[in-house]
């Protein structure tokens, strides 16, 4: 039950009765009705719970009666019926100034009714009072649900949820921006107290009070929503109302905007990080500004990762595909789970994910999930260079020429994967101005033991050798990539061994290997049909990767 004093004596038959003092009390919740039968019913009183007594225990003394009124006072008691016509014909001018000093509300009850007809006339009035509200709840929620598939601009959406709702309504954003107000309340006064707890609560002032419930993305509170309710107490289906107006706007604010955070600081930060590359903007002010709005990206080890579309076409369709490729990143389950930055550059979009080393090639296979689902119709796949892990900011502008670099060399070397990292490309860029005559040389060397040979057994031993280089001398790893037997694998790496003079247990032997390959590839690449490194023709038939 939660009625006024004053509005429960508006129910029938209560309404026959007279507030004879305490008037200053009149809008104290009654929660519930009991009847006094036991000198110590003090001892049981709740908070907010109306006495009713035919006063027969405190007849005969007046002081009595006045210990017991400020006892009910005490407890929180929302008001004292007494009956008269029993014990009392009158209630004595005491007892009433005592509850006037103290707003405590004293009625005067009418004798030809029972407290059960009281009693039956309040719970009454309250189902008839609930069954109202409730109606009116599920009404709403209908309405929400309308609105809830609907995708129009969040300005037009803020105001049909308040029309909906029927109070004044404002939305405050994560960092404390006022993003909506339909109350005569000033936004200066609203965000007084900022930052707010997050959890349901009631904020009140001397002119106004809300109901302010917090808007949630997963774990993560996306800003708040206050609804300018002037009753005294809500029921909880019109909580649960208020709960269902804030997932609604929780969602439509994370999916249609992501968030106004990302449409105002990450554009901002974006823009100055652009500058920073482009302009020379002292790195510290791209630092001051993300420690300012709490963009933690710099306070770890991070990457820069620079994706682009091998097949531009002309600019406007360029900058259409990166934004979408850029919406695609931002959207994606596990790119999202990485907390990157993203940047449309000339050179493509440009990705800064911190990275603190724990889950090596996580970001490689993220990235590869998210392109690996694109279609031709979408733009077919992209292709994207990793940088080195960074741990200062002033290494940024190193991170981002290191993917300019990456992203060149696989281009030029029509790179198959759509990931690449600058820690295997990093040798062929050191490597990039040495001789063709050179390059010939040294592959001649370390891998003029194959010629002459068979050109199937050549390529097969090739193929093997380069495969086991690619994972690092790991043979098991090497014999799941060629689909083969690790004994197998065992001997080809073997008599390589024999053949070319190598020792695989040495590290300078290993390196000398890695660096013939990456030379193969680039004379590959300028010299299409003749003998690459002294080697015979049927050498081109191998696997070049």
Not at 84 to 98: H, Q, S, T, V, Y
Not at 174 to 181: A, E
Not at 304 to 316: E, I, K, R
Not at 485 to 490: E, K, L, P, V
Request: glycine share 6%.
């Amino acid at each position: 039950m939660y009625f006024t004093v004053e509005q429960a004596l508006s129910v029938y038959p209560l309404s026959e009765a007279r507030l004879v003092a305490g008037r200053a009390g009149k809008s104290r919740i009654v929660r519930s009705v009991n009847v006094m039968d036991a000198p110590d019913i003090t001892d049981w009183i709740k908070e907010g719970e109306m006495l009713f007594t035919t006063a027969y225990l405190i007849k005969d003394e007046i002081h009595t009666a006045m210990q017991l009124i400020e006892r009910l006072n005490q407890c929180g008691s929302s008001g004292l019926g007494i009956k008269l016509g029993r014990f009392w014909n009158a209630i004595p001018d005491e007892l009433m100034d005592k509850a006037d000093d103290l707003g405590f509300p004293l009625i005067e009850l009418p004798y030809q009714f029972t407290f059960s007809d009281q009693m039956k006339g309040l719970f009454r009035a309250e189902m008839k009072r609930n069954t109202g509200v409730l109606q009116d709840v599920l009404e709403k929620q209908v309405r929400l649900m309308r609105f809830a598939l609907k995708s129009d601009n969040i300005g037009q959406l803020f105001d049909d949820v308040a029309a909906v709702i029927g109070y004044p309504m404002a939305v405050v954003g994560s960092r404390g921006q006022m993003l909506y107000n339909s109350s005569p309340v000033p936004d200066g006064e609203l965000l007084a107290n900022w930052p707010w707890p997050t959890h349901h609560k009631w904020m009140k002032s001397q002119s106004w009070q809300a109901f302010c419930v917090p808007l949630m993305k997963r774990d993560r509170c996306t800003g708040f929503v206050l609804f300018f309710n002037p009753q005294l107490f809500l029921s909880s289906m019109e909580e649960s109302l208020y709960s269902q107006a804030a997932e609604l706007l929780s969602f439509h604010m994370n999916f249609n905007v992501e968030d106004y955070f990302e449409l105002s600081v990450q554009k901002d930060f974006g823009l100055l990080l652009k500058r920073y590359l482009r302009h020379g903007l002292p790195v510290e002010q791209v630092v001051d500004y993300a420690r300012r709005w709490e963009i933690d990206l710099f306070e770890h080890s991070y990457r820069c990762v620079l994706t682009w579309f091998p097949q531009d076409g002309f600019a406007g369709a360029r900058t259409d595909r990166l934004e979408k490729l850029k919406n695609e990143f931002l959207s994606h389950a596990r790119l999202q789970q990485l907390n990157g930055m993203h940047i449309l550059m000339e050179e493509g979009l440009l990705s800064v994910f911190p990275d603190d080393g724990k889950d090596e090639g996580r970001l490689e296979s993220s990235l590869y999930a998210c392109m690996s689902s694109r279609t031709v119709a979408e733009g077919g796949m992209p292709k994207a260079a990793i940088s080195s892990r960074k741990k200062k900011p002033e290494q940024l502008l190193e991170a981002f020429d290191e993917c300019r670099q990456t992203s060149r060399l696989a281009a030029e070397w029509g790179a198959d994967s759509p990931v690449v990292k600058y820690e295997t490309m990093d040798l062929a860029i050191l490597f990039e101005h040495v001789s063709k005559e050179r390059m010939e040389a040294f592959c001649d060397r370390w891998l003029g033991g194959l010629t002459g040979k068979d050109p199937d057994y050549a390529n097969e031993m090739l193929h093997t050798l380069e495969t086991y280089l690619e994972q690092d001398g790991q043979l098991n790893e090497t014999a799941k990539k060629l689909f083969i037997h690790r004994n197998t694998a065992t001997y080809r790496i073997e008599k390589l061994s024999e053949l070319l003079d190598v020792d695989f247990k040495k590290m300078n032997d290993l390196l000398r290997l890695k660096i013939a390959f990456m030379f193969r590839r680039v004379l590959k690449r300028e010299q299409p049909a003749s003998t690459v490194a002294g080697t015979d023709s049927h050498w081109q038939k191998g696997r070049i990767s």
